[in-house]
Nanobody
Framework: HVQLVESGGGSVQAGGSLRLSCVAS????????MGWFRQAPGREREGIAA???????TYADSVKGRFTISRDNAKNTLYLQMDNLEPEDTAVYYC?????????????????????WGQGTQVTVS
């Protein structure tokens, strides 16, 4: 079974930074491609960044230039570096993973692409 555990959320003032981490366990092949999503109260879950096994990244326009997704395969960890945070970034942030056989760049920010999900971590920007 694949398990994803996020950490690093918290409260920060506008313009500040946070780094989220997602530690993955379980079958490596089933979680080879990964992404970050967020969901604000009353809003749909939206994809913000994704990365394939080789490190090729995809970003939503709303975070491009401010957020950076990366991975350390030796540590089984996915990261999201968030800089220049805005109040609009306030949401619960989720780590997600999927077998790369089901992953394409075009659909990498769509929640339905992903099979496994973390529990979420709250990010509040004021």
């Amino acid at each position: 079974h694949v398990q994803l555990v996020e950490s690093g959320g918290g409260s920060v003032q506008a313009g500040g930074s946070l780094r989220l981490s997602c530690v993955a366990s379980g079958d490596t092949d089933r979680r080879g491609c990964m992404g970050w999503f967020r969901q604000a109260p009353g809003r749909e879950r939206e994809g913000i960044a994704a990365i394939n096994r080789a490190g090729t990244t995809t970003y939503a326009d709303s975070v491009k230039g401010r957020f950076t997704i990366s991975r350390d395969n030796a540590k089984n960890t996915l990261y999201l570096q968030m800089d220049n945070l805005e109040p609009e970034d306030t949401a619960v942030y989720y780590c997600a993973a999927v077998d790369c056989a089901r992953y394409t760049s075009l659909a990498s920010l769509q929640p339905n692409t992903f099979t496994y999900w973390g529990q979420g971590t709250q990010v509040t920007v004021s």
